[in-house]
């Protein structure tokens, strides 16, 4: 098992950057796939970048080029780079971590990340 917590979310304006982070309970070394989906209000939720244990990631068309996905395994967190936010980013991201193919995916609670326009 493994519990995430992320941080970093809040209001920023157009074109502004942030970055989020996400605390993992326990090492994150042999984690297979961690990851960022995000919740819009009436949306279903969607993934946004995945990072595998070798370190392959892959982003939404709608994220690419302008987030960056990493890890930081002696720290025991994942990190999602925002940059040139727009409006429609706004959402509720969420933390995800996958142990094996063969388990379950954990989540963590969510931060909020409003863009304004």
């Known amino acids: 098992q493994v519990q995430l917590v992320e941080s970093g979310g809040g209001l920023v304006q157009a074109g502004g950057s942030l970055r989020l982070s996400c605390a993992a309970s326990?090492?994150?070394?042999?984690?297979?796939?961690m990851g960022w989906y995000r919740q819009a209000p009436g949306k279903q939720r969607e993934l946004v970048a995945g990072?595998?244990?070798?370190?392959?990631?892959n982003y939404a068309d709608s994220v690419k080029g302008r987030f960056i996905i990493s890890r930081d395994n002696a720290k025991n967190t994942v990190y999602l780079q925002m940059n040139s936010l727009k409006a429609e980013d706004t959402a509720v991201y969420y933390c995800y971590a996958r142990i094996s193919v063969a388990e379950m995916g954990y989540w963590g609670q969510g931060t909020q990340v409003t863009v304004s326009s």
């Open positions: 990072i595998l244990s070798g370190g392959s990631t």
């Open positions: 326990r090492s994150i070394f042999s984690i297979n796939l």
